[in-house]
């Protein structure tokens, strides 16, 4: 027996909203950023379980190349955040804001 494409439906559209939230209460960059993730990986699993109820590796190729893509972000983002922590000692998002080097 398969688990219906609903149940995970139902918890990728909780996780897209929890991450949501996350992004829009937040002040912390790497809350925000964490957020962000959540987001990807929630349609990362929209991904997949339509590629499962398809049965076709399309939606499963797509979730790859997100995860690749979402890997390169986050090098990237939290090189930035490091060093804005660096200089500022602050990782807010209010302080990021008002930047005046």
Known sequence: MRTPIAYFLVLAAMLFSIGTVGVLVNRNALRIFMSVELQLNAVNLTFVAFA??????????????????????????????????????????????????
């Not at 398809?54 to 997100?66: E, I, K």
Request: proline share 0%; aromatic share 8%; charged share 25%.
């Open 52 to 101: 499962r109820m398809h049965n076709d590796l399309t939606g499963q190729v797509l979730a790859f190349f997100s995860m690749v893509v979402a890997a390169a972000e986050v090098v990237v983002g939290l090189a930035i955040i490091v060093s804005i922590y660096r200089r500022r000692r602050s990782v807010d998002v209010d302080d990021v804001r008002e930047m005046r080097w």
